[in-house]
């Protein structure tokens, strides 16, 4: 490659990069819908196995997807709605435990001056605003009813995902295909591998961390529900949907966990059970979920991992924290090629 050529392809990405960043919230519906054509891509070539075309393939996981995402909305929107409002009406007990127990405790075990946290103003003005909405559908629907505009906009953003991705599952192979067709010749080949080592990091992020995070979401809800958790469902939904940050999940979980439990029971007796369900939790991930679900075909540090996930959410905001480890497992595939490039090259063993 001149040095010309590396100059339009360091003038390329940084201008793609620019683009990204200007049509973010263009760009959302899109990237939603692209992960969910991912996800349905493998179900969509099986069922073409089985003599179907393409588009009635499609048709079949399509409804499927819709079938599975209502009855979602349907048994756990209330269920979530109903225990986000009971968190907020016991707001009051947690920050009353706050200061009764655990500041004085930590006062008198290292001798600290911590004044006691004074929230009561802050929990009244959520609490009366929450009232108000109505619940979590009254609340989003308060927030995007100030002008026809923003309506139009939100509605337009979900009536795309769908949209699009029907579209790109029916199409997929074909743009695929197509991709191939305009690469030079020469470099076919070389690239026609690096996308097949894309494909299969990314399938075992995208659809592999998917599962893990709503197998992981499951178990910790019936675990905290069987610990007799009030909010058993928004806590342990919560931990599984951050998982995808190695530790993340299992620490914010747990961490709310204990304290509903201390605020709820009172007794710290009441932990045990706690503690072990998120054991198990991690157990199952570490041993059986992960390995089976997502191998070891990404292979990024978690450190790695925090920070690509934070860098993507300040530079691009949610869009880059939804992006964030599908491009950087495509850079790791890169750096590896380059890895490999380097130790074979004559810089490298020239003695």
């Known amino acids: 490659m001149t040095d010309s050529q590396k100059w339009l392809v360091f003038a390329f990405i940084s201008g793609s990069a620019w683009l990204v960043y200007l049509l973010a919230p263009v760009l959302m519906p899109f990237a939603f819908a692209a992960m969910l054509a991912y996800l349905g891509d493998p179900l969509t070539d099986k069922l073409e196995t089985y003599q179907l075309s393409r588009t009635k393939a499609v048709l079949v996981v399509f409804s499927v997807m819709t079938l599975v995402f209502v009855l979602v909305l349907l048994l756990l929107v209330p269920l979530l709605e109903y225990q986000v409002e ?7 007990a947690y920050v009353a435990w706050l200061n009764e127990t655990v500041i004085p405790w930590t006062q008198r075990r ?4 911590i004044r006691p946290v004074n929230l009561n103003q802050i929990i009244n003005l959520v609490k009366s605003h929450w009232e108000q909405a109505g619940g979590i559908a009254a609340t989003l629907m308060s927030s995007v009813s100030h002008s026809g505009g923003v309506i139009a906009e939100w509605l337009m953003n979900l009536l795309l995902i769908p949209v699009v991705t029907f579209y790109l599952l029916r199409d997929w192979d074909g743009l695929i295909a197509k ?3 305009l690469l030079p010749r020469r470099v076919a080949p070389t690239a026609t591998k690096l996308a097949g080592e894309v494909d299969t990091v990314l399938a075992a992020f995208v659809r592999g961390q998917f599962y893990v995070m709503l197998a992981l979401g499951g178990i910790y809800s019936i675990g905290l529900w069987m610990a007799g958790l009030d909010v058993a469902l928004l806590i342990g939904m919560l931990a599984g949907l951050v998982s995808f940050v190695p530790y993340l999940g299992s620490i914010v979980g747990i961490v ?13 007796i009441q932990l045990v059970p706690v503690a072990i369900v998120f054991i198990i939790g991690q157990s ?10 997502v191998g070891d075909k990404i292979g990024l540090h978690p450190v790695a991992v925090m920070f690509a996930v934070l860098a993507g959410g300040q530079l691009f905001g949610f869009l880059g924290i939804l992006l964030a480890l599908p491009v950087a497992s495509v850079i790791m595939v890169l750096l590896r090629h380059m890895h490999d490039l380097y130790r074979y090259s004559d810089f490298y063993g020239r003695q």
């Not at 009971?86 to 009051?92: D, E, G, T």
């Not at 290292?110 to 001056?113: A, D, M, P, R």
């Not at 199952?284 to 679900?293: F, Q, S, Y």
Request: charged share 10%.
């Open 86 to 92: 009971h968190f907020v009406s016991n707001l009051p």
């Open 110 to 113: 290292f001798h600290l001056g």
């Open 179 to 181: 991709v191939h067709d």
């Open 256 to 268: 709310m966990a204990c304290v509903a439990a201390l605020v709820q029971f009172h007794e710290l």
């Open 284 to 293: 199952l991930e570490g041993m059986v979920l992960t390995p089976m679900l």
